[in-house]
């Protein structure tokens, strides 16, 4: 009976071990958002995906985007659900650029814009999306621009849903998704102006492109490295300010504060010496430590003991 047990508690023990070690590195999760003419007159495509608990980390991300794409931001998010940039670099092979990013933590998201939108104002893209690794649930929104009509989509989409900013997005629920293999749409629709949706919004901050064939910045966006700069200055102006401060302070406590109805001793020479000197009166004395009238024949002062000139 005993041994009847401890087999069964071994065999318990392999099927687990054996169902781990058949978790593949991969995706958790996976969602794709497309936006033609979002914020710019081309296609902007965001990854927003977690690595499953059989990847290591840190993990190094090889996304493949058109030859004519601009990365727009490469992060990571933390457990606290913010996102910090991550420095990526990225190479020509064939006709599509290989972008390398390397990541902490198992959120991420990855952000470019691809130049494939052609006609106007009938208009039409098509999109080839391939992934490093096999996603367990993956998940596309297309979103429609405004202003536009006639909007069709191939495949079809399985649903859509309006956000509160009055956008359409049509839903794909397209479930696990193997590594290497293209996932394509194509979109057409009708779009009487060249005007996108909305203003450019500002890109995840973070560092420079890494490497000699780093990706130019997107126009109207300030690089990582001047706000370094900016921050660097403003770092050793304040320290300037608080070495000049703490100067101050501390000539301002060295230098004795004037007794309130005390006068000034007059210098040697001055208008009001000479006129004393001219009447024939006596030169006053005063204290020069505080201030204070000394009396004839006093040698030392009356108020505050220092030795009188």
């Known amino acids: 009976m005993i041994a009847l047990v401890l087999w069964t508690g071994l065999v318990k023990m392999a099927v687990l071990a054996a169902a781990a070690s058949a978790v593949q590195p991969g995706f958790a999760s996976l969602h794709v958002d497309i936006w033609p003419e979002h914020d710019d007159p081309r296609v902007l495509v965001i990854y927003r995906g977690a690595l499953n608990a059989a990847v290591s980390l840190p993990h190094t991300l090889t996304f493949e985007i058109p030859a004519s794409g601009q990365v727009n931001a490469a992060a990571y998010r933390a457990a606290d659900g913010q996102l910090f940039s991550v420095p990526y670099q990225y190479r020509q092979d064939g006709g599509r650029l290989q972008v390398t990013m390397t990541i902490p933590e198992r959120g991420f998201q990855f952000e470019y814009y691809a130049d494939a939108i052609s006609g106007l104002p009938q208009r039409s893209f098509s999109l080839g999306l391939v992934f490093p690794l096999p996603a367990d649930d993956l998940r596309v929104s297309v979103e429609q621009p405004l202003r536009s009509s006639a909007f069709a989509l191939a495949p079809a989409a399985g649903a859509t849903t309006v956000t509160a900013a009055g956008f359409m997005h049509h839903l794909y629920a397209v479930g696990p998704w193997p590594a290497g293999r293209t996932w394509s749409v194509r979109a057409t629709y009708r779009k009487p102006d060249a005007t996108p949706s909305v203003p450019r919004a500002a890109a995840v901050p973070g560092p420079a492109p890494a490497g000699p064939a780093a990706v130019t910045p997107s126009p109207g966006r300030v690089p990582g490295w001047l706000w370094g700069a900016a921050a660097l200055l403003g770092v ?74």
Request: one cysteine or more.
């Open 236 to 309: 050793v102006g304040m320290a300037v300010v608080g070495v000049r401060l703490g100067w101050w302070r501390r000539g301002w406590q060295r230098t004795p504060h004037r007794i309130q109805g005390a006068r000034p001793v007059p210098a040697v020479g001055t208008h009001a010496s000479k006129v004393k000197r001219r009447r024939g009166g006596a030169v006053p004395v005063y204290c020069p430590a505080c201030g204070a009238r000394a009396r004839s024949g006093d040698r030392f002062c009356r108020r505050c003991g220092k030795p009188l000139p």
